[in-house]
C-alpha cells in the first residue's frame, strides 16, 4: 500500500508559478513510478507528467512541455511538479499517482497507476 498526499496547490495570476508537492508513505518509494495527472470540471483526468524511479526518463503532455518540470528526492519520498508560466487553462484538479509497474510507454495511462492521492487545486486567473 502507497498513501500519498498532495501539497501546494492555490491561485495565481497568469503568467505565475507554484510548485506542487507528493509526499509519498507505505512503500519503497524509489521502485515506484510517480505521475500528475489533472482534472478540469466536466472534462476527463489528463495526463501531465511522470517520472521514472531513477528520475532519469521523464514525460510530459505537449502543452506542459518547456512550462512544467516534474522531479523526485527519493531520500524524501517526494515528488514535486514545478508550474511555470500558468495559463487559465491550467486550472484544474492536480492529482499525484504511483505505482511500482508502469511500462514506460504507459506512463501516460491512469489506469497503470494503482494509487492517487486526493489532489491539490490548481486555479489560474487571467
Known amino acids: 500500500q502507497v498513501q500519498l498526499v498532495e501539497s501546494g496547490g492555490g491561485l495565481v495570476q497568469a503568467g505565475g508559478s507554484l510548485r506542487l508537492s507528493c509526499a509519498a508513505s507505505?512503500?519503497?518509494?524509489?521502485?515506484?513510478?510517480m505521475g500528475w495527472f489533472r482534472q478540469a470540471p466536466g472534462k476527463e483526468r489528463e495526463f501531465v507528467a511522470a517520472?521514472?524511479?531513477?528520475?532519469?526518463?521523464?514525460s510530459y503532455v505537449d502543452s506542459a512541455k518547456g512550462r512544467f518540470t516534474i522531479s523526485r528526492d527519493n531520500a524524501k519520498n517526494t515528488v514535486y511538479l514545478q508550474m511555470n508560466s500558468l495559463k487559465p487553462e491550467d486550472t484544474a484538479h492536480y492529482y499525484c499517482?504511483?505505482?511500482?509497474?508502469?511500462?514506460?510507454?504507459?506512463?501516460?495511462?491512469?489506469?497503470?497507476?494503482?494509487?492517487w492521492g486526493q489532489g491539490t487545486q490548481v486555479t489560474v486567473s487571467s
Open positions: 507505505g512503500d519503497t518509494f524509489s521502485r515506484l513510478i
Open positions: 499517482a504511483a505505482d511500482d509497474d508502469v511500462a514506460i510507454g504507459t506512463m501516460r495511462l491512469p489506469l497503470e497507476y494503482d494509487y
Open positions: 517520472i521514472s524511479w531513477g528520475g532519469g526518463r521523464t
